[in-house]
């Protein structure tokens, strides 16, 4: 986006983790996205991880 005539570009990186049976505390849960945010931010910009789940992939591209 545009802020007074200078471009900005923004990025996002996303950690998500679901909550499991054998999560006793709010902070597993914490964790685990923390875990999958972290391992995001390494794979490069513009990437979400889900507990679990690999390799990272890329956001969709943004139409625009």
Request: with cysteine; hydrophobic share 50%.
């Amino acid at each position: 986006f545009a802020c007074d005539e200078i471009l900005v570009a923004i990025t996002i990186s996303l950690g998500i983790a679901e909550r499991t049976a054998g999560m006793d505390k709010f902070d597993d849960l914490l964790r685990e996205a923390d875990h999958a945010l972290y391992a995001a931010k390494k794979a490069g910009r513009n990437r979400f991880v889900v507990a679990g789940m690999s390799p990272p992939l890329p956001a969709p591209a943004l139409a625009g």
